[in-house]
């Protein structure tokens, strides 16, 4: 047992004596996260399972929720909290060694975990994106702002700033839905690519022509698909908003939601120049394409304003 793990063991009984848990921002995270009902669901550094039971509601009768931990200590107080509900199991294991069954989980949170994992992070996110079906959420969850989480560990910079953390997380095949970065919590939602194979369209979802409307000409056929699925969940989103406001819901909720629409449309506006510069602007330059360079000067110029 390394030094962390003893600390975690030791600290068990007392952590909920001392884990402020501010139970609108973990409302606001469930509303975000949007499980649903019947989700085989992560909660991997469960701790005292302080999010168990938010995440039991959201799976609901036909859901699971496996709360998952290496201190055994964690794992038996989250027990004698939650164990009567009945969606609800517990496993004592290792992130870095657990063997997680393959394509298995519809949903992975992690609450207040990263920073423990961060010196492995892309080992540990390789294994939970081979454990989750293709089309699944893993979401990374802080509620307390980054910096103060940077604090509790010496000032380290173990939580990193979200554009850090989304180029690792794209690269390792997820794309992202939100990052949210605020003074009060930090959040970043990706969903698991589906392989070609996996791919699967909701009716709704099917953009007419993928395959014979690349982004712009010379682009990769899944970069078209990405942006669209991302588009289309944001379109979802805003929808879901519009209904928020119908039911006449908590204007700050209301708020949390938008901002995460920002974050996601920023996002997609990323990936596009990303997507441009790598595919377009650098052929331009080679081919001395002057207007190729002129617009890319302007389409830069409107992201940055
Ligand atoms: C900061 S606590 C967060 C607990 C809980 N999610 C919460 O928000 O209250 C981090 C948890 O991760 C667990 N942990 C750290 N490294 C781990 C690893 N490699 N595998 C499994 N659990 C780990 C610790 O035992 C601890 O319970």
Known sequence: M???HIFFENYARNWD???KADAKILSSFMELAGIRPGSVILDAGCGTGVLLPYLSAAAGDDGTVEGFDYSQQMIDVAKEKFSHLANVTFTTGDVLKYHFPEKHYDVVCCLNFYPHIASHSRDVIRRLYKAMVPGGTLLIMHDMPRKAVNAIHGGQPV?????VLEEKLISAGFSVVIAMDTDRFYLIKVVKEADEADFVYDDEEQPA???SHPLHHG???TETKRVLNRLSRITGHVEA???MIEDGRDCSDVLVQLAAVHSAVAGVSRVILKDHIDHCIIDAIREHDADAVENLKKAINTFVK
């Open 17 to 19: 004596r001392d884990r």
């Open 209 to 211: 022509g993928v395959a």
């Open 159 to 163: 939580l990193p700033p979200v554009d």
């Open 219 to 221: 682009h990769h056929h």
């Open 241 to 243: 908003i519009k209904r």
């Open 2 to 4: 390394d030094k962390e």
